[in-house]
């Protein structure tokens, strides 16, 4: 394994956790992303929206360098991602991988430690008590030992998030956390999230429900297709770019945030 | 037992463990067809090898057709990335293109080699002995028992030094790149096992038993835990066994070896479906009849306790009324009751049930979990 240490020199504050300009990805000839430009300050909690199909998930996977880009660059704290992997964790859908699959909480969650232990080497005693320890901060510490295929929907969730959260990583991606969990868990997840901001520490989340958006981010990026808007929620977060990435179906739910307010 | 029938033997087991270990992988990544593929396709590996080096023991024939295996996966990805085709349809037009192809040329090119369709289909392992490994003159067992040996080898140090990448990459491919753990590279490397260990058994078992080989002892070992490494030993296990039993039932039998090991393998599978401890078919029975019992007693209670002290109580509390008004046949109401009286949550008094204490305390339990 490569262990580029570009990122042990502290980062300069000012230097962007994330910084995405023209990116442009197609299936074929079909743009999922077109000239896609996205800047992330460092310590924001940053929301990503727009509707079904509008390259949401395929833009965090472009980041991570999960997909083909077709043009533009990525840069993670202000170099190219390879040298920046010991900084950057992922928590992909739920729904990514099998859950029948024969392994223990514990043992995913160790996976998060897989890449500082390095190729063939084995995770030991000292591994076990970190991702013990993550396992602690999302709740599930009763279940370590437990088969994955025994766990709710929210109980998967909160393991995918420790085995992120044991990487100490600065910079999070997560691909739609609160899809299909519990109120218990969404509580645990914003509590976690949280806690990284108060740590300075970037979360970017792939969501979809904006209602919660004002309450939960303080950043976020409108997406459908091509940027529509990225920056402070206050700011961008306003009934025109709503418009602008949903549009006609945005109606209902503008709407019900006047009556709100 | 004679020495033939030693070696015979050791060949078995290490064909059958060989194929068993990569087999599991094969089975999580849900790619168990692809060692039907790839077992298929060596063939022409072996045929195009075989013209070009005129010597059906070289072992340019083996890297030859451990690169057609893996050409096979590399083909079947590519035609599937085209989203043309879906994955299964491209596997079923790769592999039998490539396997006619070998056929045609066998049949007008190589009416001399021993390669006929029964031996590429079944292989013989009775032959197996004769093929001897010599050095400077010295006799040191059969040539099969070495390649099997040194593929087993390869395939045991694979796994085991890269246990952890594999796990990774097997249960979260994207996660393991994110990572940077290049999991293309290690299916690669898996399929490059797959496919030396397809074309060492080949010549032991034939095209077709390759899968059965690696599939049902994985099949089989993934019913019987939740932990990868046991996964792995059971199926190593269960593979050794099938193998020894599957000879000598093709010693009494007078039979193919390669037909019996494979029947074998089938035979633990459908005992580990039907008994195993919790995921077996009879234990899945047994635990529906367990839990429609308690149902019904729970039913039984609430019933009871619902017109307990009400005038039609009279009605409401016999035996045979149950029948009438929850709907159960007349012999599961019976059955209930048995186990109610059993159970001490009722008492039977003149033709009439009475809740006890227990009975109470279950019908009111029950009715706050079902609010």
Not at chain 1, 6 to 29: I, K
Not at chain 1, 44 to 69: D, E, F, Q, S, Y
């Amino acid at each position: 394994m490569r262990h580029d240490r570009a990122g042990d020199s502290p980062l300069a504050e000012d230097v962007l956790a994330v910084e995405v300009s023209d990116l442009t990805v197609a299936y074929h000839t079909k743009p999922v992303l077109w000239d896609v430009d996205v800047t992330v300050p460092q310590g924001v909690l940053m929301a990503i929206v727009g509707p079904n199909g509008a390259g949401k998930t395929t833009l965090l996977k472009a980041i991570l360098g999960l997909v083909p880009i077709a043009a533009g660059q990525v840069l993670i704290f202000g170099r190219p991602l390879p040298e920046m992997r010991h900084l950057v964790s992922y928590v992909p859908q739920r729904g990514s991988v099998d859950w029948d699959y024969p392994t223990t909480v514990l043992d995913v969650v160790l996976m998060g430690l897989y890449r500082r232990v390095g190729w063939i080497r084995r995770p030991g005693h000292a591994e076990r008590e970190k991702a013990m320890e993550a396992l602690h901060l999302v709740g599930m510490a009763d279940f370590a030992k437990r088969q994955i295929s025994q766990l709710s929907g929210g109980q998967q969730q909160r393991v995918f998030l420790a085995r992120a959260l044991v990487q100490d990583a600065k910079l999070f991606f997560m691909d739609e956390p609160f899809q299909g969990v519990d109120a218990t868990t969404e509580r645990a997840i914003i509590q976690i999230l949280q806690r990284l901001r108060s740590e300075k520490k970037t979360v970017v989340v792939v969501h979809h429900d904006l209602q919660t958006v004002p309450e939960y981010f303080d950043w976020v990026t409108l997406i459908n297709v091509r940027r529509i808007a990225c920056g402070p929620v206050r700011e961008v977060f306003t009934e025109q770019n709503l418009r602008a990435a949903y549009g006609g179906r945005m109606a209902f739910f503008i709407e019900q945030r006047e009556e709100g307010c | 037992m004679s020495q033939a029938q030693l070696e015979i033997q050791v060949i078995a087991v290490l064909v059958a463990v060989a194929c068993a270990l990569p087999g599991v992988f094969l089975v999580l990544r849900r790619a168990a067809m692809l060692s039907d593929a790839i077992s298929h396709s060596i063939l022409l590996g072996i045929v195009v090898a075989y013209f070009a080096v005129r010597d059906l023991s070289s072992p340019i024939l083996v890297l030859a057709a451990t690169a057609t295996g893996v050409l096979t996966v590399w083909l079947v990805e590519a035609l599937t990335r085209t989203r043309l085709v879906r994955n299964d349809a491209a596997t079923g037009l790769v592999f039998p293109t490539l396997f006619a192809i070998a056929v045609i040329l066998i049949a007008r090119y190589a009416r001399t080699l021993h390669l006929d369709t029964d031996s590429v289909l079944l292989g013989e392992l009775a032959f197996a002995p004769f093929h001897r490994f010599e050095v400077l003159g010295r006799d040191l067992g059969p040539v099969s028992a070495w390649v099997m040996g040194s593929i087993l080898l390869l395939n045991v140090l694979f796994i085991g030094l890269f246990y952890k990448e594999l796990k990774l990459a097997t249960f979260d491919p994207e996660f393991a790149a994110a990572q940077g753990f290049a999991p293309g590279l290690l299916h690669y490397a898996l399929m490059t096992l797959v496919s030396m260990t397809a074309v060492g058994a080949f010549d032991a078992v034939g095209s077709v038993l390759v899968v059965a080989l690696m599939i049902a002892p994985a099949a089989t070992a993934l019913l019987l835990s939740h932990r990868l490494s046991v996964v792995l030993v059971l199926a190593v296990a269960t593979a050794a066994i099938s193998a020894l039993i599957g000879y000598w039932v093709a010693h009494a039998l007078d039979a193919s070896i390669a037909g019996s090991m494979s029947t074998t393998c089938g035979a633990f599978f459908l005992a580990t479906y039907l008994f195993a401890p919790t995921v077996g078919l009879l234990a899945q029975v047994r635990r529906r009849q367990q839990q429609r019992m308690e149902f019904a007693l729970k039913m039984l209670a609430v019933h009871l306790a619902q017109h307990e002290r009400h005038p039609e109580e009279a009605v409401e509390n016999r035996p045979e009324h149950l029948v009438e008004h929850i709907r159960w046949t007349g012999d599961f109401a019976r059955r209930v009751v048995r186990r109610a009286l059993s159970d001490e949550l009722v008492t039977l008094q003149s033709g009439r049930l009475f809740l006890t204490e227990k009975g109470r305390a279950l019908a009111s339990e029950s009715i706050v979990q079902g609010a």
